[in-house]
């Protein structure tokens, strides 16, 4: 394995430039706040009152000072994460691998570390490698994703660009709360224009993407059309806007109010749809509804090999 070039597998682990933060916090239960931030320092015999300095300014940095000497048992899961963030920044070294360092928290404190770590990345101005299957703290905390399935990487990108332009299903799936919508579509080619069928439903494709060759090679085959939740609109401002071949009936099997938004569970076409709305819509299960999509925002994908069709 090498590290800037040089082979790190016979340099012992406390001389590597290398620091790890792990998933069950790996603290030694024996020692306290200070000791375990202080371990590392030890083993690299620095002096006690340069030890002393870089533990105080990381207990400062993680908000625990004053647990310096509580033992690290007596601590919540939050502040030992912090614990164990601190024991691997003290070192200053030149990357960081985080594993999954806030799947073992509730959801009110990985909100908080979240916060906390992002602010840490900023004030160390050092490289962070974190391991995630929590899509929303990739594109909270990322400059760039690398998503993985099966060992094999399937995109490199920001956030932003991952979510609008995903090279295949499996990231379009990914990325995205709640997951995009697949619907198996029908190709039919009408002179110039292209439409996707569904069941009962026709949507016209935007010029932008139906002169393109790539899609009406697909003419008369079957592709997977991908659509957002938040781009099917129940609001009368955008179905008045929207065109007569951009629209469809859809059933309300269920409705969740999460409070500022509803997620709409339909079903359209013999499809199975998810829909986020405004939560002022009077929409209750059991409704028959009017959808219009914003059809600059469909995301195509081949039916055998789930790679976008660009």
């Known amino acids: 394995m090498l590290f800037d070039g040089e082979d790190i597998v016979s340099v012992p682990p406390y001389k590597r430039e290398i620091n790890t933060v792990f998933q069950k916090y790996a603290l030694f239960p024996h020692m306290d706040v200070y000791d375990n931030i202080a371990f590392g320092l030890t083993l690299k015999k620095e002096p006690k009152d340069v030890i002393e300095q870089k533990v105080m300014r990381m207990l400062r940095l993680v908000s625990l000072e004053d647990y310096a000497h509580r033992n690290v048992t007596e601590l919540s899961g939050g502040q030992r994460q912090r614990v164990a963030l601190g024991r691997a920044m003290v070192r200053n070294p030149s990357v960081f691998l985080l ?16 916060t906390e770590i992002i602010r840490l990345h900023k004030q160390l101005e050092t ?25 094999i990487i399937q995109q490199v990108d ?11 299903l499996f990231v379009a799936g990914f990325i995205g709360s ?10 039919i080619l009408d002179g110039e224009a292209v439409f996707l069928h569904f069941g009962e439903c026709r949507i016209r494709v935007p010029s932008s993407l139906s002169s393109h ?17 938040e781009d099917l609109h129940t609001e009368d401002s955008f179905l008045g806007l ?18 500022s938004e509803i997620y709409l569970h339909l079903e359209a076409g013999g499809q199975k749809l998810t829909a ?18 914003d059809t600059n925002k469909l995301y195509l994908f081949d039916h055998e090999n789930e790679q976008a069709i660009r």
Do not use: C, W
Not at 158 to 168: F, G, I, M, V, W
Not at 249 to 256: D, N
Not at 276 to 293: E, K, M, Y
């Open 213 to 229: 060759a790539p899609l009406r090679e697909y003419g008369g085959k079957q592709i997977i059309l991908g659509l957002r939740p």
């Open 158 to 168: 920001t956030p932003q660009a991952l979510y609008h332009s995903p090279e295949n």
């Open 99 to 114: 594993d999954e360092p806030l799947s073992n928290l509730d959801a009110k404190l990985r909100t908080q570390m979240r």
């Open 276 to 293: 986020r709305t405004p939560s002022r819509a009077q929409i209750q299960s059991g409704d028959d509804l009017q959808l219009a999509i």
């Open 178 to 187: 709640p997951q995009m919508n697949f619907i198996n579509a029908d190709v």
């Open 127 to 151: 490289t962070f490698v974190y391991v995630t299957h929590d899509q929303t703290e990739a594109m909270t905390m990322a400059d760039r994703i690398v998503v993985m399935k099966d060992g």
């Open 242 to 259: 929207a065109a007569a071949d951009a629209k469809f009936i859809a059933h309300v099997e269920l409705a969740e109010m999460m409070g």
